[in-house]
């Protein structure tokens, strides 16, 4: 329990999770509902389908249209403007507000925590980096000659980035794209050297011939990569950082909306839909309530902070 609590808390803290139906009464009045997700390409937009159709599993009536949008950071404010009945997040959403990039969703409502997904170190197939040692002793050889893709400045991906470069003086570009499609396609094509993906990504590039593993960003070795080793095992030292998506609800949610849908996803996260997702994708899927979450908030955010800090941002929340 306190294992499953200390990462799934790093949704509460600063809202790492989905933000669901809010504004929505519980009732049969609604029979459609609208996710927002994020473009195709990545994990992300797999999460919001099969969000999607678990809950269309558990209450045929409730038809749920998935519409693309530029994904964590665009969903917040369009929820609150009332753009979307529903909308997820992830990850850099809580680091962009304590960053002061961007701003806290307000007054969001905590709902459950889904899972977290590990995160998988890839370099193309005839990449010359056989481990993230190899990779990181050429960055020190040529310092800024290397290239790693990821999301927005303050993402899972640049962070560790980061952590790595503070922990081993070697230095490397950083080069941003709004889609996980778009940051895979880049490395297929040799424009960048590694990237991090999630596992499911991970296992079919590899399969297919045109990936290879080199290292994990998890406590622990996935069932489905066990030879592949943690950074940890790698031998670096560095805070991980979780990668949490769940449920919140928006501002205006009512009492009674809220234990409605902690219900649902709470039997959600017991159908044989979602178990399989969670198996099939590799990851690390505990449904926690948010009576168990709020706990652990206060604690999380100031983890997160120390990691930020430790990375090299500036924290000004």
């Known amino acids: 329990m306190e294992r499953r609590l200390c990462g799934a808390a790093a949704l509460g803290a600063a809202f790492l999770g989905g933000v669901l139906m809010g504004g929505v009464s519980p009732g049969a009045e609604r029979t459609k509902v609208v996710l927002g997700t994020a473009t195709p390409g990545g994990g992300f937009p797999v999460y919001g389908q099969a969000v999607a159709e678990t809950i269309h ?3 045929p009536s409730l038809e749920v249209e998935t519409r693309n949008t ?8 369009l929820l609150e403007a009332g753009q979307l009945d ?13 960053s002061g990039i961007g701003r806290p969703p307000a007054n969001l409502r905590i709902l459950a925590a889904m899972y977290s997904t590990p995160g998988m170190f890839v370099v193309r197939a005839d990449s010359p980096f056989k481990t993230l040692a190899d990779f990181i002793n050429a960055a020190k050889e040529k310092p800024g000659a290397l290239k790693w893709s990821g999301g927005s400045i303050t993402s899972r991906e640049n962070l560790v980035r980061q952590l790595l470069m503070k ?6 570009a950083f080069i941003s794209f709004p889609s996980g499609g778009e940051r895979i396609a880049a490395l297929l094509g040799g424009h960048v050297d590694m990237m991090i993906v999630d596992p499911s990504e991970a296992g079919e590039q590899v399969r297919a011939g045109k990936l290879r593993t080199v290292a994990q960003v998890n406590d622990r070795r996935l069932p489905g990569f066990p030879d592949v080793p943690t950074i940890k095992e790698a031998g670096y030292n560095i805070p991980n950082v979780p990668q949490m998506r769940g449920v919140v609800g928006a501002p205006g949610m009512s009492a009674d909306a ?5 219900d649902l996803f709470l039997k959600a996260s017991r159908t044989q839909g979602w178990q399989k997702f969670v198996t099939d994708s ?3 899927g505990e ?15 100031g983890e997160l902070r120390e990691i930020l800090k430790e990375a090299g941002a500036k924290v000004v929340r």
């Not at 530029?70 to 404010?77: D, I, L, M, Y």
């Not at 922990?167 to 490397?172: I, K, L, N, Q």
């Not at 309530?289 to 604690?299: I, P, Q, S, W």
């Open 57 to 59: 599993e558990i209450d």
């Open 287 to 301: 449904f926690v309530k948010a009576a168990d979450l709020k706990a652990f908030l206060t604690k999380f955010e």
């Open 167 to 172: 922990a081993t003086g070697a230095r490397w």
């Open 258 to 262: 809220v234990a409605f849908y902690e």
């Open 86 to 98: 529903l909308g997820l997040v992830q990850g850099e959403v809580a680091h962009e507000a304590l």
């Open 282 to 284: 590799h990851l690390d």
């Open 70 to 77: 530029k994904g964590s950071t665009e969903n917040v404010p």
